[in-house]
T-cell receptor, first 110, second 112 residues
């Protein structure tokens, strides 16, 4: 079952612009995570935000969480060509398994 | 360096054959997971294991089997009962929550 739904499905921006992608989920969560996947590779964990947190930063990444709306957003500032990848959100509802969304494909044009 | 190793990277299988995908980790993580990813789609959970000698079915376990005899190893067998096995298979591990997964680099299985 898919818990998270990312929006948009695909995003194309110019290098240096900011990229924002959103994730909506259905049930209550303990935490939400964002991952990056380069084509044909495994996923890389980017950031985890707990249910009692509203915002978290890591380098050029900013994640927000609104538990009342069951949604999260990932902002990548000053994007680079190397940021081209698919981005997935994953939710932890305390069941020992994370449930992944369908992903946003980001393309950063040089 | 610690990490997860999946092998082989590419695997071809004839219809009716069973194949086993390897997943080994040296991170000392208790929990391990197998996900399947189809083109342009998200990840679907096949099986997971929280401790040695114990594992649970995920959302799409039919046609698959696993074992967890050692903490470091969580092999996945794709049986002939899996009708559409062509996919990208990802293994992951995690230490006690709330931490993110560490993923392997994946095995691409193709039925020929």
């Amino acid at each position: 079952s898919q818990q998270g739904e990312e929006d948009p499905q695909a995003l194309s921006i110019q290098e240096g612009e900011n990229a924002t992608m959103n994730c909506s989920y259905k049930t209550s969560i303990n935490n939400l995570q964002w991952y990056r996947q380069n084509s044909g590779r495994g996923l890389v964990h980017l950031i985890l935000i707990r249910s009692n947190e509203r915002e978290k930063h890591s380098g050029r990444l900013r994640v927000t969480l609104d538990t009342s709306k069951k949604s999260s957003s990932l902002l990548i500032t000053a994007s680079r060509a190397a940021d081209t990848a698919s981005y997935f959100c994953a939710t932890d509802s305390g069941t020992y398994k994370y449930i992944f969304g369908t992903g946003t494909r980001l393309k950063v044009l040089a | 360096d610690g990490g997860i190793t999946q092998s082989p990277k590419y695997l071809f299988r004839k219809e009716g054959q069973n194949v086993t995908l390897s997943c080994e980790q040296n991170l000392n993580h208790d929990a391990m997971y197998w996900y399947r990813q189809d083109p342009g789609q998200g990840l679907r959970l096949i099986y997971y294991s929280q401790i040695v000698n114990d594992f649970q079915k995920g959302d799409i376990a039919e046609g698959y089997s696993v074992s967890r005899e050692k903490k470091e190893s969580f092999p996945l067998t794709v049986t002939s009962a899996q009708k559409n096995p062509t996919a990208f298979y990802l293994c992951a591990s995690r230490r006690t929550a709330p931490y993110g997964y560490t993923f392997g680099s994946g095995t691409r299985l193709t039925v020929v």
